[in-house]
């Protein structure tokens, strides 16, 4: 997949290529998690890579299984 977005406190829009890894699909309210995807970025630019580590590490994670 190609994606375009701007994370908060991103200056500018990310263009990247990805592969969808998983996707969590709930249509019927049957789980408590919400629906999402994984995607694997593909010949990210360290730059990039960098500035979007530093945003991960910035924020509370928004769901966490602990079950495995």
């Known amino acids: 997949v190609e994606l375009e977005f701007c994370p908060p406190g991103f200056s500018e829009a990310l ?6 890894r998983w996707v ?5 309210g049957a789980s408590d998690a919400p629906m999402g995807f994984g995607i694997e970025f593909v010949d990210l630019p360290a730059d990039v890579a960098a500035q979007i580590n530093h945003f991960i590490l910035s924020r509370t994670p928004v769901f966490f299984d602990d079950s495995t």
Request: proline fraction near 9%.
């Open 24 to 28: 969590r699909d709930n249509p019927l």
């Open 15 to 20: 263009r990247i290529r990805g592969i969808v």
